[in-house]
């Protein structure tokens, strides 16, 4: 059965995408964001590194919330293998494949602790002729509704999925499922590989628990400043 969605203060609404090719860099990133950014989240280019786990101890020591997004996807008993290890870190979010039932079951059984465990819909950076190669000649919008609700059904505790979809979601779903979404764009379109992207107020009015920046902040002139503007943006839309 999946969980309530995470008791998030409105500041941890803000998940910063900590995509960083090391640990110097990654605690640099920390520094210069201070308290502006509360939660973040960590990803493949970190791990190869050889350093994530490192990471994670030290956002961890330093009070922030971490979202693992590995996605994850083998089969059944390695999946829960693999959750039931990263449950015994503290880790918020952890991202595994939405496309096998039995690989969701055995995750949710999986996870001993407090993490929720959040399935990969459709990536924000394809659009319907990208599913058709794969296969699939829908709407991503269909196709992200009805892994969201094979991953509920199957007890996973919410989705990651882009914002354009956080309100079919939401209406499928139920209040009680949690819904991330990743690819944010607070000024619009910047021309870059996310295509299905939404703005800040927006994901929030669909029904998103939380949502993740990356670039946006990362590529400002004041990321400090920028992550502030999200944060008031997410403030005022709970207002």
């Keep these: 059965m999946s969980r309530a969605p995470l008791p998030l203060r409105n500041d941890e609404k803000l998940i910063f995408a900590l995509d960083v090719p090391g640990k110097a860099q990654a605690l640099e990133w920390v520094d210069r964001l201070g308290d502006s950014v509360s939660f973040y989240k960590i990803g493949m280019e970190l791990l190869a590194s050889g350093e994530y786990f490192d990471v994670l101890d030290a956002l961890a020591k330093r ?38 039932p039995a690989m969701m079951e055995a995750a949710a059984a999986a996870n ?17 002729p990208d599913l058709a190669q794969m296969g699939i000649d829908r709407e991503p919008v269909d196709v992200v509704v009805e892994r969201a609700l094979a991953a509920q059904q199957a007890g ?28 944010i764009r607070p000024g619009g379109p910047v021309g870059d590989d996310q295509q299905r992207t939404v703005g800040v107020a927006e994901a929030f009015a669909d029904g998103a628990d939380a949502i993740v920046v990356g670039r946006p902040i990362r590529l400002a002139a004041d990321p400090r400043a920028a992550a502030r503007l999200i944060q008031q943006e997410i403030s005022d839309s709970f207002k």
């Design 156 to 183: 996973i505790d919410g989705v990651i999925a882009s914002g354009q979809e956080a309100a079919p979601i939401r209406a499928a779903t139920g209040a009680g499922f949690s819904i991330v979404c990743p690819g």
């Design 63 to 100: 009070d922030k919330r971490v979202f693992v997004d590995l996605k994850f996807f083998d089969i059944p008993a390695t999946i829960g293998g693999v959750i039931r290890r990263l449950s015994q870190w503290p880790v918020s979010y952890c991202t595994i494949h939405g496309w096998h």
């Design 112 to 128: 001993t602790s407090d993490m929720r465990l959040l399935a990969v819909t459709v990536l924000t950076s394809m659009g319907r």
